[in-house]
């Protein structure tokens, strides 16, 4: 990928509210404000390229944050901002709701082939944790129980369901009662997760393949098939979530791929007398910020590159690229996709 440097009249101020920062204070979060000047890091960039984070002061920035997984293609990649231009430049209908959308079923038939196993719906929505609520209605629905079961160190979101599948206090204190019949069990631990499913009062069991903001746990192989033929023996459905995995963040297409393992499965007995006779289970995941109609457009870009390097277009290779300041080869590695094996494993 190419990365351009800045032009003088791009990193100028003028372009920018001068009291955008007081605006901020005063109208969105003060405290963040008050934060970043405590820690000296409230910096203004005037423009970002792939790993590059450049200063309205002309200084340049390498972004090991990466949005917290969401710029899994580096910052305003080329072919996802062509794609946004053409899809606005078409002008074509958005949320009308009378009709059905023209791309929306070739995207989630894509969305289905990547994620594979037993998959054959998807739900589209706004956030992870959207996600997450959506799974928690499609299970108790699906099942006729209400018991929701989690694992210690999980982090699923923030709206009231979300925050119910999380046992820190630190998210949860001050917002008052949550969802009821909800558990937590250890992560990793089998003999939790049986003792919890053979009672037969849960409707789902939600895990993270890899914990994020747990301290980046990965589970082992053999818990997650585990985990899957228990539930399936149980009656429980299983929901991986992979909003910050997912979309070739380690590699595959999802985390869970890493295992050989999918969410969904063929039904137990307990389930045989249920409308549904697929196992109807959710990989939770926002992968990409940005409305559908233009999700559509973007998504062709995004599986384009995918199906250049499909183990190689996870995110732009931070890792390789400081390494390669070290070396003086950079700015070859700057206009590189792909990040090296080390750059997207499971731990």
């Not at 994020?212 to 429980?236: F, M, N, P």
């Not at 390789?320 to 080869?329: D, F, K, L, P």
């Given at each position: 990928m190419s990365v351009v440097s800045p032009s003088p009249a791009s990193l100028s101020p003028d372009a920018v509210t001068a009291n955008f920062e007081e605006e901020y204070e005063a109208s969105v979060n003060p405290q963040w404000v008050r934060l970043l000047r405590l820690l000296q890091m409230n910096v203004r960039y005037a423009r970002c390229a792939g790993v590059e984070l450049f200063t309205g002061d002309g200084n340049r920035v390498l972004d090991f944050l990466s949005g917290y997984c969401v710029h899994n293609l580096g910052h305003n990649h080329p072919a996802i901002l062509q794609a946004i231009k053409d899809e606005l430049d078409r002008c074509g209908p958005a949320m009308l709701q009378s009709h059905v959308p023209e791309r929306a079923g070739e995207l989630a038939t894509r969305l289905c082939q990547s994620a594979g196993g037993n998959l054959t719906k998807v739900f589209f929505c706004s956030s992870g944790s959207e996600g997450i609520e959506a799974a928690i209605k499609f299970a108790r629905a699906h099942t006729r129980r209400n018991g929701l079961l989690y694992t210690e160190g999980a982090f699923h979101g923030l709206t009231c369901g979300a925050l119910s599948l999380m046992g820190d206090a630190f998210w949860k204190t001050d917002f008052g009662p949550l969802l009821p019949e909800?558990?937590?069990?250890?992560?990793?631990?089998?003999?939790?997760?049986?003792?919890?499913?053979?009672?037969?009062?849960?409707?789902?069991?939600?895990?993270?393949?890899?914990?994020?903001?747990?301290?980046?746990?990965?589970?082992?192989?053999?818990?997650?098939?585990?985990?899957?033929?228990?539930?399936?023996?149980?009656?429980?459905?299983?929901?991986?979530?992979?909003?910050?995995?997912?979309?070739?963040?380690?590699?595959?297409?999802?985390?869970?791929?890493?295992?050989?393992?999918?969410?969904?499965?063929?039904?137990?007995?307990?389930?045989?007398?249920?409308?549904?006779?697929?196992?109807?289970?959710?990989?939770?995941?926002?992968?990409?910020?940005?409305?559908?109609?233009?999700?559509?457009?973007?998504?062709?870009?995004?599986?384009?590159?995918?199906?250049?390097?499909?183990?190689?277009?996870?995110?732009?290779?931070?890792?390789?690229?400081?390494?390669?300041?070290?070396?003086?080869?950079?700015?070859?590695?700057?206009?590189?996709?792909?990040?090296?094996?080390?750059?997207r494993g499971t731990g």
């Open positions: 909800t558990d937590q069990i250890r992560f990793n631990h089998l003999s939790d997760l049986e003792e919890k499913l053979k009672t037969r009062n849960y409707a789902v069991f939600f895990v993270e393949p890899i914990q994020g903001e747990g301290g980046i746990r990965a589970s082992s192989a053999e818990y997650l098939k585990q985990a899957r033929e228990l539930c399936e023996r149980y009656g429980t459905l299983l929901v991986f979530d992979e909003v910050q995995t997912g979309f070739c963040r380690t590699g595959p297409f999802l985390a869970a791929h890493h295992y050989s393992v999918n969410a969904h499965g063929r039904p137990g007995k307990s389930d045989e007398r249920r409308p549904h006779p697929e196992r109807c289970c959710a990989h939770a995941g926002r992968y990409l910020q940005i409305g559908l109609r233009l999700l559509q457009a973007v998504l062709d870009s995004y599986f384009h590159v995918l199906r250049k390097r499909p183990r190689d277009a996870s995110r732009i290779g931070c890792s390789r690229y400081a390494r390669a300041r070290e070396t003086g080869r950079a700015r070859h590695h700057s206009r590189r996709l792909h990040a090296p094996e080390t750059a």
